[in-house]
């Protein structure tokens, strides 16, 4: 995003509007969505891993269930139930044009939950969505809504809250609105890391430099003087912000990169769509922090960096030293409630420094096109959104007799590359494929220590499938049903002590597409939180008596388990 002018003036105008835009937020409208003092373990805009961190996680003292109230007078719009991301989730619109979301409940509250287990059973499905209409469910500013929990994500109990604008549903900063949560602490500054942006961010190791304290501001450990052989620079800040009385980092809320006291670019992080949150991808650092080093947060954007968190002059923050003078860079960091902090050094270009270009011939993808790489057995291709800086392709294809493997295996690049945009793979099996197995045919893809495994589909002799990592590929034959655990032992399995049926279904490639439990050939509820397990707490719908219990599995590549059960409660 342009903004910014070769003008301190015109930096000014844009400042005092984005200022006047932030005051618009109504102050003081919502409530906090618990019935304890509001203390934040995670604030809009912290680094995650894919994404930025898009509300508030306000504390629950450890515990859960904890009552959970609405924030504002509205009405239940919608509410979703899923495996991972927010659990189970509550969306209340309000008639200022604004949306609430409560995350990682525990329940409902009754008569709502009620409604969602009446739907689930008429959609024959626990993971779901609804959209609810109005005047079903109205609520009054602190009514009780849910029960706290630490369903879906979550690593703890907690409640993650946002507030959306309801048309765009573009998420803002919570902290604009005027919540209690003190904050008299500017952010801490940690480092400084310097880019050669003549070339690829990919291709270089940025140079980092230690910073020293004094009050709130910030200067360079050493050296009094940064001479560099790059003419084109960008910078990149390590910074996390605290709130008063606590000790635990989180995320800025924006820095600015000022050239001889003009301001050349700036992030900025109070609304962001989920549409463009994976561009954090582009923000940070991203070949460092995956080979163990820190976070930090480019200044400038990627070229291929499209999200709306950027302003910049007209050459997209990238600063220009061939003039060998000595310039004075100023970078502020602030936190939502403008605390400030302030680094100052000066910096100079050194021919002596500057080496000639070698000799590149590496073939490369480029940010902004569609690319396409081809060799005999294996493609790949890119969309126009798919990388953010250029990449000289690292390929090799090398034998691997895995059992059941179709073809070799393909290294494109590695995992410390990230994508934005899918990216489509296509082999070409190196074996006669049996006519019964070709419909059973998957995609590994391997990103470091993470595997991911897609159907593959046919296009004439060769099988594509898209993936949204770089790594190795191989093709494999599965024709290997899925297991699942039996939910007790004997000819008719006694549950009349059980409060629960727990079961755990397994695939050799570790992936299960469905799930499906029936009592008597009906659809019966089994909970998936986290993806681990599927979880049945008895109810009305398991009578006593004898039943028999169906459970069928099914994997990626359409391989189907049925298990029969006769089970007495």
């Not at 995992?415 to 049996?434: C, F, G, L, Y």
């Not at 655990?485 to 299960?512: M, Q, T």
């Not at 597409?513 to 050939?521: H, N, P, V, Y």
Request: proline share 6%; hydrophobic share 35%; glycine share 6%.
């Amino acid at each position: 995003m342009k903004g910014f002018k070769k003008s301190g003036t015109c930096f000014l105008l844009i400042l005092i509007c984005t200022n006047l835009l932030a005051q618009t937020y109504p102050q003081d409208y919502f409530r906090s969505p618990l019935n304890i003092p509001m203390q934040l373990v995670a604030n809009f805009g912290e680094l995650r891993p894919n994404h930025w961190h898009m509300g508030l996680d306000i504390r629950t003292q450890h515990r859960v269930n904890l009552p959970v109230y609405a924030a504002a007078d509205g009405y239940i719009a919608r509410i979703s139930v899923e495996p991972e991301g927010f659990g189970q989730a509550v969306y209340i619109n309000h008639p200022n044009g604004y949306t609430t979301v409560y995350g990682h409940l525990n329940a409902f509250f009754p008569a709502l939950a009620q409604y969602v287990k009446d739907q689930q059973y008429q959609q024959q499905s626990w993971k779901i969505s609804l959209n609810i209409p109005p005047t079903m469910f109205p609520v009054k500013k602190g009514d009780v809504i849910a029960l706290s929990g630490s369903t879906g994500g979550s690593q703890g109990p907690h409640v993650h809250f946002e507030i959306r604008d309801t048309k765009t549903d573009k998420c803002l900063n919570p902290l604009l609105f005027n919540f209690p949560v003190p904050d008299a602490v500017s952010p801490s500054l940690l480092r400084l890391a310097i880019y050669d942006r003549s070339k690829s961010t990919y291709d270089q190791t940025p140079h980092l430099f230690a910073l020293k304290k004094s009050g709130t501001t910030y200067a360079l450990a050493s050296p009094a003087i940064v001479k560099t052989g790059a003419k084109k620079i960008s910078f990149a800040i390590g910074a996390v912000d605290r709130f008063t009385g606590y000790t635990n980092p989180n995320g800025i809320y924006s820095a600015k990169v000022l050239c001889d006291d003009v301001a050349t670019s700036e992030f900025k992080l109070n609304n962001i769509d989920y549409d463009e949150t994976r561009y954090l991808n582009a923000q940070i650092d991203y070949k460092s922090k995956y080979h163990g080093g820190p976070y930090v947060q480019h200044i400038s954007p990627l070229p291929g960096e499209e999200s709306s968190v950027y302003t910049t002059d007209a050459d997209n923050g990238i600063i220009s030293l061939g003039d060998e003078t000595v310039h004075t860079i100023n970078i502020e960091v602030k936190d939502a409630a403008q605390n400030t902090s302030r680094l100052q050094f000066k910096i100079q270009y050194d021919s002596t420094l500057s080496k000639p270009a070698e000799a590149d011939t590496a073939e490369k993808l480029t940010p902004n096109m569609v690319n396409v790489f081809e060799k005999p057995g294996f493609e790949l291709f890119t969309t126009d959104k798919t990388i953010y800086d250029t990449i000289a392709i690292n390929y090799s294809q090398s034998a691997q007799p895995s059992a059941n493997a179709i073809s070799d295996k393909y290294t494109f690049c590695n995992a410390a590359i990230p994508v934005q945009d899918s990216i489509t793979v296509r082999i070409k099996p190196s074996t006669n494929i049996p006519p019964e197995a070709k419909d059973r045919i998957i995609i590994k893809g391997m990103a470091g220590e993470k595997t991911y495994v897609e159907k593959a589909t046919w296009q004439g002799d060769w099988i594509w499938a898209k993936f949204r990592q770089f790594g190795n590929y191989q093709a494999f034959i599965d024709n290997e049903p899925p297991t699942i655990n039996a939910p007790g032992y004997g000819d008719v399995i006694d549950l009349r002590k059980s409060k629960h049926i727990v079961l755990v279904p397994k695939d050799n490639f570790g992936e299960i597409k469905s799930f499906r439990a029936e009592l008597d050939g009906q659809w019966l509820l089994f909970t998936n939180d986290k993806g681990l397990v599927y979880i049945y707490t008895f109810d009305d719908h398991f009578t006593s008596g004898t039943h028999q219990l169906k459970v069928t599995v099914q994997d990626v590549a359409g391989n189907t388990t049925v298990k029969l059960w006769k089970v007495r409660r």
